[in-house]
C-alpha cells in the first residue's frame, strides 16, 4: 500500500439516522460518487450496529467501505451488551473506530483498552480507525504532544510493523469535535499530524510507519476542507456533520480531491 496514492474520506454517524435513513444516505452517496475511481480514494462510513447488515447490501464493499463504532475486545463471551469483531465480519464491516473522542470521554475508555480492542480487530482481520486527541485543558497545559503520543505507543502497543498497514489513524482534538467545537487551524493540526508520523516511525519503521494513513477530523466544514487537505502531514479527512447529507458530503469530496492531488503532484516533482 502507498497511502500517498489516494485520499481517505468517511464519516461516522454517531448516534443518528435510522437504518432506512442510513441506506438511502449511502445509496445517494454511492450514486453521487460512481464517477471517482476507488484508486484515488477510500470512501467509508461509519453507521450505527443495527444498520450495518442492510447497509452492507445496500453499496457494493469496492464503493464504499463500512465501519463500526465501536467494538469489543474478545472474540466472545460474558459481555452483554458488547458487540464481537467476528459479528461484525459477519455483517460485512472492513474496519473499526476505536476511541472515538464520545467513547474516551463520555464513557471513560482508557488507553489500555483502546489497545485490547486495536488487537482484537488486528487478529479478526479488521482495519482498526485510532482515534486520538487531546482535550481542551491539555492544549492549555502545553501536553497536546505528550498526550498524543501517549495515546498512540499505548494504543498500538504490540501491533506489529507487518500490520500496521491495516491501521488508519485520525487526529481528533476534543475541542474541535461537535456543534459546539472550535475546528483546529490548518498550521496546528499539521504540526499535530507531524508529532503523529513522527510516533508511527518510531513504533513501527520508516517504511511501515510512514504508511499509516492520518486523517483530520473535527469541524471539517465545506469552508475549511481545502485549507486542510493541502497541508504535507494530511492524508484524509474524517468528517461529522458535513458529512449527514450525501449531497453536502459530495460537494466537500469534490472541493478536497483536486486540491489533493495537487499537492501530491507537487510533493513528486520535488
Ligand atoms: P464533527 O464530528 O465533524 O461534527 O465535529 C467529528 C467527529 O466526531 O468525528
Given at each position: 500500500m502507498d497511502r500517498r496514492k489516494k485520499i481517505y474520506l468517511g464519516t461516522n454517524t454517531k448516534m443518528y439516522k435510522t437504518t432506512a435513513q442510513t441506506v438511502a444516505f449511502l445509496k445517494r452517496l454511492n450514486q453521487l460518487t460512481k464517477d471517482i475511481s476507488r484508486d484515488r480514494m477510500e470512501l467509508f462510513v461509519i453507521p450505527?450496529?443495527?444498520s450495518l447488515a442492510a447497509a452492507r447490501e445496500s453499496v457494493p464493499r469496492q464503493s464504499v467501505s463500512l465501519?463500526?463504532?465501536?467494538?469489543?475486545?474478545?472474540?466472545e463471551g460474558q459481555f452483554t451488551g458488547e458487540i464481537s469483531p467476528l459479528m461484525l465480519?459477519?455483517?460485512?464491516?472492513?474496519?473499526?473506530?476505536?476511541g472515538h473522542s464520545e467513547r474516551r470521554h463520555v464513557f471513560r475508555e482508557t488507553n489500555e483498552e483502546e489497545n485490547k480492542k486495536v488487537l482484537c480487530a488486528l487478529k479478526a482481520g479488521l482495519s482498526p480507525l485510532l482515534c486520538v486527541g487531546e482535550t481542551a485543558g491539555e492544549k492549555g497545559f502545553g501536553i497536546a504532544e505528550?498526550?498524543?503520543?501517549?495515546q498512540l505507543k499505548i494504543g498500538l502497543y504490540g501491533v506489529m510493523p507487518c500490520e500496521a498497514r491495516?491501521?488508519?489513524?485520525?487526529?481528533?482534538p476534543v475541542w474541535a469535535i461537535g456543534v459546539n467545537g472550535e475546528p483546529a487551524s490548518k498550521e496546528y493540526a499539521d504540526q499535530?499530524?507531524?508529532v503523529i508520523r513522527r510516533t508511527l516511525t518510531e513504533l513501527f519503521g520508516a517504511e511501515a510507519g510512514g504508511d499509516v494513513p492520518v486523517l483530520y477530523g473535527g469541524s471539517v466544514n465545506p469552508q475549511n476542507a481545502e485549507e486542510l487537505i493541502w497541508m504535507p502531514g494530511i492524508d484524509g479527512l474524517f468528517i461529522g456533520r458535513s458529512a449527514w447529507d450525501a449531497d453536502n458530503f459530495n460537494a466537500v469530496i469534490r472541493k478536497v480531491l483536486p486540491v489533493f492531488e495537487e499537492k501530491r503532484a507537487g510533493e513528486g516533482a520535488e
Open positions: 450505527s450496529y443495527p465501519g463500526a463504532q465501536n467494538m469489543a475486545w474478545e472474540e465480519q459477519e455483517a460485512g464491516v472492513d474496519l473499526v473506530m476505536v505528550e498526550v498524543i503520543r501517549t491495516k491501521i488508519r489513524i485520525a487526529y481528533e499535530i499530524h507531524t
